[in-house]
């Protein structure tokens, strides 16, 4: 099982849940997995044309991925990043 970890402001998404664990051979069949569990979660990260939406980064073992077929599995750890905008 992947270990994902999930910023705040998706907790109302995952029953209020940081830590999340899931299966899946890319980081798109990885969230895909997290929505059936967590449903609106994927498209709260991921938009319409199946691209992470800008103001989201995946940390992949703590390397940032911007491409949905970065391979993950096993004992890997993936970092949701939701960005902070404001002013």
């Known amino acids: ?5 999930v910023p705040s402001p998706l907790f109302s998404y995952t029953e209020g849940r940081a830590d999340l664990e899931a299966d899946g051979p890319t980081l798109d069949a990885l969230m895909a997995g997290l929505d059936r569990k967590y449903p609106g979660l994927r498209f709260r990260v991921i938009n ?4 992470i939406r ?4 995946f ?14 599995g096993g ?13």
């Open 54 to 57: 800008p103001t989201i980064l």
């Open 1 to 5: 099982m992947t270990r994902v970890r």
């Open 48 to 51: 319409e044309q199946d691209r």
């Open 75 to 87: 004992e890997d750890e993936v970092t949701i990043v939701a960005a902070l905008s404001g002013g």
């Open 59 to 72: 940390h992949v073992n703590g390397r940032i991925v911007r491409d949905l077929s970065t391979p993950v």
